[in-house]
């Protein structure tokens, strides 16, 4: 998929080139950024053609991945998002969460504290870049990623303006709503050895989840913040979910009563899309993944572009 890599460094930065992705018109850049205590992997996408920019600048759509997962998300849909977001003149950031894809760290450093302060550093980093118009922003979740972007949007220390949010199967509900079988299953080992130890069949090797983890999962109030959310909401799902059932985005909408909200089910669809096939292989039918890249990037492309409306 991508070709030849060339390494190169620049102040405090280890900084990858890949080559122009000439489906979407893009060219993506590999770099390091410091949060204080660990290296975040970014890859950031830009277009190459300015056309569609506002005042020279380009609209950017940060994305949040999964548990378990990295920033190119399951069946790289997050790196076909971002070509798809290209086309229309968005550029995007991606990155791994703390022990997950490139991270140095174990996964221990994961919580949602955590999480939202990386994707704060991510996004104060690109909105210092000059070609980034620091006030046309969009975040994408995807499951837990979900959650964080509900969490990132409404907190006091995030960039002002953050109010285009889509949502992929995402998990939603104060406390530990979604994760509660997970919860209670694991939090026990995690009292006794302060992390848990969880293994994923897509992993190697398994995942050390903190007792801080669980502790500001059962403390989270997220779904009263997003009650008060005033800015654009898209929230996505499979009816056919079974890991989070497509009812948490339903009741996301109607708690997020001053958001303008577009819910999209669509009908056959996994918590993956059916990205995958059973045997953890691309499938070959990608009709419900192309179905969902193509809902979110024209929603992004019609919300950031209206913000000058």
């Not at 999964?66 to 998300?73: L, M």
């Not at 848990?196 to 992993?203: L, P, T």
């Not at 009816?239 to 669509?266: C, F, G, K």
Request: aromatic content about 8%; glycine content about 6%; overall charge negative.
């Amino acid at each position: 998929m991508l070709a030849t890599i060339k390494r190169c460094s620049t102040i405090g930065l280890l900084v990858v080139w890949l080559s122009s992705l000439s489906a979407s018109h893009a060219d993506e850049q590999l770099l390091w950024i410091n949060n204080g205590d660990y290296q975040i992997p970014v890859i950031i996408n830009l277009p190459v053609s300015k056309d569609v920019a506002v005042n020279n600048k380009l609209p950017l759509v940060l994305m949040l991945h999964g548990t378990a997962g990295q920033k190119n998300e399951v069946g790289n849909l997050y790196q076909r998002l971002a070509a798809q977001l290209a086309n229309v003149g968005i550029a995007s950031a991606r990155f791994d969460f703390a022990g997950t894809g490139d991270s140095p760290v174990d996964y221990q450093l994961y919580t949602l504290t955590s999480a939202v302060r990386d994707a704060q550093a991510v996004l104060r980093y690109c909105q210092q870049l000059a070609v980034i118009d620091g006030n046309h922003l969009g975040i994408i979740g995807f499951s837990q990623g979900g959650l964080i972007g509900q969490l990132l949007v409404n907190h006091p220390a995030s960039p002002q303006g953050l109010d285009v949010l889509a949502l992929w199967s995402t998990m939603s509900g104060n406390g530990t709503s979604s994760f509660s079988d997970f919860y209670q299953h694991y939090y026990p080992q995690a009292q006794q050895h302060d992390v848990a130890s969880v293994k994923f069949e897509w992993r190697d090797a398994p995942l050390n989840f903190s007792r801080q983890w669980f502790e500001e999962l059962a403390a989270n109030t997220s779904m009263d913040q997003m009650k008060s959310y005033q800015g654009k909401l898209l929230l996505i799902a499979g009816d056919a979910d079974q890991i989070v059932p497509y009812q948490r985005s339903v009741d996301l909408q109607r708690a997020a009563t001053t958001a303008q909200t577009e819910l999209h089910l669509i009908k056959g669809a996994n918590h993956l899309f059916n990205v995958i096939d059973a045997g953890d292989e691309l499938s070959p039918d990608q009709t419900k993944a192309e179905q969902l890249l193509k809902l979110t990037s024209t929603w992004f492309h019609q919300q950031l572009q209206a913000k000058d409306a």
